[in-house]
């Protein structure tokens, strides 16, 4: 395998995998594991999109095509969608005086008016994969939806403060139509992630980010009991875990490994 692209973020390292998929390019996106539900925070070089060596040029061509589309100001400008007319007239009452009052309203997220949307297809395949929203008076996007594997449904939701920077994200991760994955933002950085594998509505696996980095993950019985394992990373690599094996609500398994994901030590501990 070799890498073709360093994607700025999990949403476009999805979607460009997909489109090299669709043109006949098998791609694997690497270091997603390591990044968890960042969403579109910056990935910190830790992705890369790899192909085989034998279609590295092909998918470089693909991807320097899509580059070249999705930088060109006249494709943004034709899919901006045309206002309404009500909303000029919201426009001129802004400019000419007592608007501020509905211009601060919608900025703090007071009103939730859609002023516009900026709408991307990166695959070309006449449906839009990417929109943002935005409200009146408002520099950033309150809203962005993305189709992560261009099957035509959106797959993820991210929400964004004033300053644009994201607050939560929900998503379908493996495109079979549930929404599992719920994750919260601090400063920009990923807190928390909640996967409901089972759709009963309780978290069954939550991963935990300490400045952006996964730090541990609890994995939690499908009927809704305790947890089983806890899952502890250094470095961005899983070095050590706990499990309750027996099911009796104490972690008695400890396990601890290598860089290659092997287990190197194996102890069994009591409760007292």
Request: aromatic share 8%; no cysteine.
């Amino acid at each position: 395998m070799k890498q073709v692209y360093a994607p700025a973020n999990l949403a476009e390292a999805h979607m460009l995998a997909h489109m090299l998929e669709q043109n006949g390019v098998a791609a694997h996106v690497h270091g997603e594991a390591l990044l968890g539900g960042v969403g579109e925070l910056p990935a910190g070089g830790l992705l890369q999109l790899m192909v085989a060596k034998d279609d590295y040029d092909r998918a470089r061509a693909l991807i320097a095509e899509w580059e070249r589309s999705s930088a060109s100001p006249a494709d943004e400008t034709t899919r901006k969608p045309r206002a309404p007319i009500w909303m000029g007239l919201i426009v001129f009452v802004i400019g000419v005086g007592g608007g501020w009052m509905l211009k601060t309203a919608a900025e703090q997220s007071v009103l939730p008016i859609t002023s516009d949307e900026v709408r991307s297809d990166v695959n070309n395949d006449g449906s839009d994969d990417t929109i943002y929203s935005y409200r009146i008076g408002a520099t950033y996007p309150f809203k962005g939806v993305f189709d992560l594997n261009f099957d035509g449904t959106m797959d993820a939701t991210e929400r964004y403060n004033a300053s644009g920077v994201t607050i939560t994200r929900d998503a379908d991760e493996n495109g079979d139509g549930f929404v599992e994955s719920h994750t919260t933002y601090t400063d920009a950085n990923p807190i928390r992630t909640s996967i409901d594998r089972n759709r009963d509505g309780l978290p069954d696996i939550q991963v935990h980010f300490r400045n952006g980095v996964v730090s541990h993950e609890e994995i939690r019985e499908l009927s809704g009991g305790g947890v089983v394992r806890v899952n502890y990373y250094a470095n961005f690599l899983l070095n050590r875990s706990e499990s309750d094996l027996d099911g009796d609500g104490f972690a008695e398994t400890v396990r601890t490994y290598n860089e290659a994901g092997e287990i190197t030590s194996t102890q069994t501990r009591s409760q007292n």
